[in-house]
Nanobody
Framework: QVQLQESGPGLVKPSQTLSLTCTVSGGSITTNYYYWSWIRQPPGKGLEWMGAITYAGSTYYSPSLKSRTSISRDTSKNQFTLQLSSVTPEDTAVYYC?????????????WGQGTQVTVSS
């Protein structure tokens, strides 16, 4: 059973960089052919895909967030990390990490429970 767990600060000040880590257990982030994604949900809005890192280490970003987003990984810890720079209150959201199953048609098959991040001074 694959499990994902988000961690990071719940409060970030405007203009700072938000950094979240997703720790994966029950499966390796380097296993073919899974992608590891970050998704967020602002209050009262739908889910927004932010980006992903593949089993091979390639990264993909939402065009609307690409200039502020960086996703990296630490294979020794089986973790991947999101950094979002120059945050504003509009970046307040519940942030999720999730696994994308490429052989299953790019379906999200495992999710973390989500972590609330509030951007406020």
């Amino acid at each position: 059973q694959v499990q994902l767990q988000e961690s990071g600060p719940g409060l970030v000040k405007p203009s700072q960089t938000l950094s979240l880590t997703c720790t994966v257990s029950g499966g390796s982030i380097t296993t073919n052919y899974y992608y590891w994604s970050w998704i967020r949900q602002p209050p009262g809005k739908g889910l927004e895909w932010m980006g992903a890192i593949t089993y091979a280490g390639s990264t993909y970003y939402s065009p609307s967030l690409k200039s502020r987003t960086s996703i990296s990984r630490d294979t020794s810890k089986n973790q991947f990390t999101l950094q979002l720079s120059s945050v504003t209150p509009e970046d307040t959201a519940v942030y999720y990490c999730a696994r994308v199953n490429q052989p299953a048609g790019m379906a999200y098959d495992y999710w973390g429970q989500g972590t609330q991040v509030t951007v406020s001074s």
